[in-house]
């Protein structure tokens, strides 16, 4: 049994120090910043159960000035992150984390404390530099080289206060000029507009380098007005610590690696070419244009910093950074809500983000697959951007997808199993919209509804399966398990 803590990481540190306790962080040295990092990161997800990565000594950088990336690309780096039990994976994971968000939901607002590592240098004027960082360029048709990926942009609600931070990726252009990638709806680009609208530029503050359960609440879509940092308080049952950005009076974490600061200048300003970049669907989706510059006016950094590395990737054994196991439990909760009998929700990292949802019931009616089908389909958490929604018998472990995928085979008609809603909630991301429709800003997507369970009204005539029941397969791991899976 391991003995290491299995708390929350108060910031990335504690996060690496205890992935290297359990032999889950490898050290990569002399790697290019240049494209061998973004290579290396993706190359390692060809194999199951990675360690994550920390590049150190990389290309025309000091020793000390790092790079992780993957830190929450497997279950156990995942457990790790979100306070889960070390073993657990699967549905099993998902399930600790319904159970970590069932207690009674409170916000917990930040505490500010009056200094931090983060301070421990703090760059102004002319020596603000933001190629003092090894920033990478990851793929090879990007456009720039980007510091931010793994990154949480945060900004101030000018009439309400209210603090956002999400995470938008950020470009690096010049010595002080970056650029911010904000997508129209995005909560950063809404509060941005708002600055704009009164002529004034929008002070912000980027996070490259946090604990990655903050860092997971920045990309997971809270609801306006609710801010990450109070979430997250109430996830860790006691408030992050925060100290006030001397440029903005933003709350940074006292604990980041890198914090730059700064203002997005109004439209009419000075613009740079943002993109094209590699996004989460595999492609390059919304290309490159003209973004209104974000002026770094101070940077603040730890002593031998670390940039955190989110870059999209197409690995087999990509894990998506544990956000299927957070949507899987939302859209768990809500499904079980609402119909009865469910086993299990998945959102599989091989579909990429939340383009495919698959929900496990036990059929209890006539039409009960199609109703956990079409509530997913209109779910906040699973209607965005949900290609397939795919309803299995409770014998199918959603996350197993040698199962679904038997499921489809053998439980599915195409002619009658299969519906297609048309005009669904989608973006620009989404690599299928077409020139004309991207042009349009019909931005909208079609769901095929997959009922891949036994048909309800002959489910008792369905040929039963030879597949070995759970209890004859665990009794025969118990006896003949060592023997067959042991090596050595
Ligand atoms: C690794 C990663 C990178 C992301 N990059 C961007 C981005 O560049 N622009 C964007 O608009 N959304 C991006 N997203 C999605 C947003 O972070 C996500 O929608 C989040 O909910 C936005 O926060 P908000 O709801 O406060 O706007 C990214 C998500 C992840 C996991």
């Known amino acids: 049994m391991s003995t290491v803590s299995t708390g929350i990481s108060n910031d990335l540190r504690e996060h690496i120090d205890r992935a290297k306790q359990l032999g889950e962080c490898k050290l990569v040295e002399g790697a290019d910043w240049d494209l061998e990092i973004g290579a290396i990161t993706e190359l390692q997800l060809s194999a199951p159960d990675q360690p994550m990565l920390l590049f ?80 990478p360029k990851w793929h090879e048709l990007d456009g720039g080289r980007y510091l931010g990926t793994g990154d949480m942009v945060i900004t101030r609600d000018p009439d309400t206060g209210w603090i956002n931070a999400g995470t938008y990726r950020v470009q690096v252009h010049d010595r002080n000029i970056a650029t911010i990638f904000m997508c129209a709806g995005r909560h950063g680009n809404l509060t941005r507009q708002k600055y704009w609208d009164k002529g004034q ?118 894990y998506y950074y544990g956000y299927q196991v957070m949507r899987a439990a939302q859209a768990w909760n809500a499904l079980e809500e609402n119909v009865p009998e469910v ?45 397939f929604i795919i309803v299995v018998d409770d014998d199918i472990d959603p996350t197993n997808m040698t199962e679904v995928i038997w499921a489809l085979t053998t439980r599915c008609d195409p002619a009658t199993s299969i519906d297609i809603l048309r005009g669904c909630w989608s973006n620009d991301t989404d690599p299928m919209l077409s020139p004309e429709a991207r042009r349009s800003g019909d931005w909208t997507n079609s769901k095929g509804i997959i009922i891949a369970c036994k048909p309800f009204s002959w489910r008792e005539d369905f040929p039963p399966s030879c597949k070995a029941s759970p209890e004859l397969l665990e009794k025969t791991r118990q006896k003949w398990g060592k023997l067959l899976f042991d090596r050595k």
Request: aromatic fraction near 10%; charge should be neutral.
């Open 56 to 135: 150190d000594n990389i290309k025309g950088y000091p020793r000390g000035y790092r790079i992780a990336s993957n830190f929450l690309n497997s279950a156990k780096l995942v457990a790790l992150g979100f306070g889960l039990p070390l073993e657990s994976r699967g549905l099993a994971q998902v399930q600790a984390w319904r159970d970590k968000i069932k207690k009674p939901f409170k916000l917990i607002p930040p505490v500010e404390v009056a200094g931090g590592p983060v301070l421990e240098n703090v760059l102004t004027g002319k020596d603000v530099d933001l190629y003092k960082f090894p920033s």
């Open 201 to 318: 530029p929008c002070p912000v503050a980027v996070v490259c380098g946090g604990d990655p359960l903050l860092w997971s609440m920045a990309r997971s879509g809270l609801p306006w007005g609710v801010s990450e940092y109070d979430y997250a308080g109430w996830l860790r049952d006691e408030p992050v610590e925060v100290l006030k950005g001397p440029v903005t009076g933003l709350p940074v974490p006292a604990g980041a690696e890198i914090v730059l600061e700064g203002e997005i200048v109004p439209p009419g300003g000075e613009t740079r070419i943002e993109g094209p970049f590699g996004e989460w669907p595999g492609y390059y989706c919304t290309g490159s244009r003209e973004e209104p510059v974000f002026r770094v006016k101070s940077i603040l950094h730890r002593d031998n910093p670390i940039v955190l590395g989110a870059p999209p990737q197409i690995g087999p054994y990509d």
């Open 343 to 387: 086993k299990g929700v998945w959102l599989p990292p091989e579909a990429r983000g939340p383009l495919m949802v698959i929900a496990s019931i036990k059929q209890k009616y006539a039409g009960h697959a199609k109703h956990a089908a079409l509530f997913l389909s209109g779910y906040y958490q699973t209607a965005w951007l949900s290609r």
